[in-house]
């Protein structure tokens, strides 16, 4: 969806007078230069700008519930302050829009221009930013809780210290964007780009993150704890002593990522590539590993009761010193695995499984 430019022809002005007397008929507003207008006190609730121009123009004291602005000039435009229900820009140029300590309820932009605008400290609850670019622009000490950014460029965003709660984010390349002490919960990224960023100490639980980029990112500490990796790369992430309890890792690329001394129990990294990954002095109790590659990978003095490493990979893996029971290795080529001073219980290849797994229909291929 393109953001409009200004058409060609002007813009004919309009008195405040024969505005209110459009909106008291239920008419558009349509191709008017709004800008001498003092809006102050006015109720534009359901009011329905169309390519108008109100560039600069300070709608602080009026009521705009359900309005909606489409392909309307509106940089500058100022709602510090408001508390806005239903509003929707639609194709609008609204950079530098100051909505600083803002109340926004199911609010919408789609196809607006919004770089360098202010969100500082404004509250927002199911809103959505759809392929509206946000270059620049600022949510610092922001609350915004059952919000969509879809496909919108974040470039320079400032999320600093920011409530992300709910969030759902498309296609976001974060590494510009300063995150510093923001706050994730439940947030949902998907075809995200987390690079360079560093949340050593800080809480992302219970969120979901799919297909994205978080290679040698700083997890250091953090508080992961159910959530979701599903598909991503973090190779090389810095992850040591990170509460990782049930998160999964699914499918997930951790080449040479260190999980050195985290607690990871009950998390799952099926399929996961854990390539020379470090599982060293980790508690991984109830882990699933099965059909993961951990060729090489470093599980030294790590607790494995009754973890799965079932049709895993496990070639050059070191388990010295780790602390088995009941620790499942059904299929599991153990010839080149260093394990000494390791203690505890394992199970082997259960056959019956292995004769099942070998007539899989999904894996077996007739011919004619």
Not at 50 to 61: I, S
Not at 76 to 91: E, I, K, P, W, Y
Not at 104 to 110: E, I, N
């Amino acid at each position: 969806m393109p953001i409009s430019s200004r058409p060609p022809f002007a813009r004919r002005k309009l008195s405040i007078e024969e505005l209110l007397e459009y909106l008291g008929h239920d008419l558009q507003i349509v191709t008017r230069d709004l800008t001498e207008i003092d809006f102050a006190g006015a109720d534009l609730s359901r009011a329905k700008f169309v390519d108008c121009d109100l560039t600069g123009v300070d709608f602080r004291g009026t009521t705009l519930d359900e309005a909606s602005f489409t392909m309307c000039d509106m940089a500058r435009a100022c709602f510090a302050g408001m508390t806005l229900t239903r509003v929707t820009l639609l194709s609008c140029a609204a950079e530098e829009a100051d909505f600083t300590g803002a109340v926004l309820t199911d609010c919408q932009t789609g196809a607006t221009a919004l770089q360098r605008a202010h969100f500082t400290e404004s509250e927002q609850l199911r809103c959505a930013f759809a392929q509206s670019p946000l270059t620049g622009a600022s949510f610092e000490a922001a609350s915004l809780e059952t919000v969509a950014i879809l496909q919108s460029d974040l470039t320079d965003v400032s999320f600093k210290t920011t409530l992300l709660n709910t969030v759902f984010l498309t296609e976001a390349d974060l590494r510009s964007a300063d995150l510093t002490n923001t706050q994730f919960k439940q947030v949902l990224l998907i075809e995200g780009d987390l690079r360079g960023h560093n949340f050593a100490g800080q809480t992302l639980e219970n969120c979901t993150i799919m297909q994205a980029q978080l290679d040698g990112v700083d997890f250091r500490g953090a508080n992961l704890a159910y959530s979701i990796f599903l598909e991503s790369s973090l190779r090389k992430a810095n992850l040591t002593g990170i509460d990782g309890s049930k998160t999964i890792f699914t499918r997930a690329d951790l080449r040479e990522a260190d999980f050195t001394g985290s607690r990871l129990d009950m998390a799952n990294f099926a399929g996961a590539t854990l390539h020379r990954t470090s599982f060293i002095d980790c508690q991984l109790n109830i882990a699933q590993f099965d059909e993961s590659d951990a060729r090489a990978a470093a599980f030294d003095r790590a607790s494995l009761t009754q973890a799965n490493f079932a049709n895993a990979r496990v070639e050059g893996v070191s388990f010295r010193s780790a602390r088995f029971h009941q620790t499942f290795m059904h299929m599991v080529d153990t010839d080149t695995t260093f394990t000494g001073g390791s203690t505890g219980s394992t199970f082997g290849t259960d056959q019956h499984r292995a004769v099942a797994e070998r007539y899989n229909p999904f894996k077996v291929k007739l011919s004619n």
